[in-house]
T-cell receptor, first 115, second 113 residues
Framework: NAGVTQTPKFQVLKTGQSMTLQCAQDMNHEYMSWYRQDPGMGLRLIHY???????DQGEVPNGYNVSRSTTEDFPLRLLSAAPSQTSVYFCASSYGQAGYYNEQFFGPGTRLTVL | DQQVKQNSPSLSVQEGRISILNCDYT??????FLWYKKYPAEGPTFLISISSIKDKNEDGRFTVFLNKSAKHLSLHIVPSQPGDSAVYFCAASADFGNEKLTFGTGTRLTIIP
């Protein structure tokens, strides 16, 4: 199992450019989510999905779009990048079985810089 | 408004001694608490968790204590080993079974050989 994979590892964008951060998992997990990590802020939830076709907003969703067309993939789209989106982005997945907490597995992260 | 707080950005401990990492929370709806460990250039990995119906959970060298009345939890690592050097994040979840986590800001633990 590759677990949770993220591409690219590093990316530099100019203000106003768009891009998609890719996330894939091969564990047949229903629940997937995106977090961003900023200095002094910990990790903050951007968007999450409880299954294919279902997405919802987290704590800091503005400026980001997501979709979940398959169980395996959960891409994060930046429509018009801003310097405030400079951060490290982590994707996570879990079984998402209702009734108890399911351990989340995190990808290695994408470091994004917006100039 | 930081609902999960880790007030110590860093901590240094001698190898073999006990490491104690602290975490405070403000949201009374949190009912599940977790500790994640993170090495540089890697994603966080799950370490240990505790439900609000317990006050202690142990897994090998790691023990988490929960004081609900004080809204405080702590992670004890005994004995500390050089491989424990990492950033430790406290996280909390409301509505037991909900994977939406609120993270603290992290504590960088350095184990001195």
């Amino acid at each position: 199992n590759a677990g949770v994979t993220q591409t690219p590892k590093f990316q530099v964008l100019k203000t106003g450019q768009s891009m998609t951060l890719q996330c894939a998992q091969d564990m047949n997990h229903e629940y997937m989510s995106w977090y961003r990590q900023d200095p002094g802020m910990g990790l903050r939830l951007i968007h999450y999905s409880v299954g294919a076709g279902i997405t919802d907003q987290g704590e800091v969703p503005n400026g980001y779009n997501v979709s979940r067309s398959t169980t395996e993939d959960f891409p994060l789209r930046l429509l018009s990048a801003a310097p405030s989106q400079t951060s490290v982005y982590f994707c996570a997945s879990s079984y998402g079985q209702a009734g108890y907490y399911n351990e989340q597995f995190f990808g290695p992260g994408t470091r994004l810089t917006v100039l | 408004d930081q609902q999960v707080k880790q007030n110590s950005p860093s901590l240094s401990v001698q190898e073999g001694r006990i490491s104690i990492l602290n975490c405070d929370y403000t949201n009374s709806m949190f009912d599940y608490f977790l500790w994640y460990k993170k090495y540089p250039a890697e994603g966080p990995t799950f370490l240990i968790s505790i439900s609000s119906i317990k006050d202690k959970n142990e897994d090998g060298r790691f023990t988490v204590f929960l004081n609900k009345s004080a809204k405080h939890l702590s992670l004890h690592i005994v004995p500390s080993q050089p491989g424990d050097s990492a950033v430790y994040f406290c996280a909390a979840s409301a509505d037991f079974g909900n994977e939406k986590l609120t993270f603290g800001t992290g504590t960088r633990l350095t184990i001195i050989p």
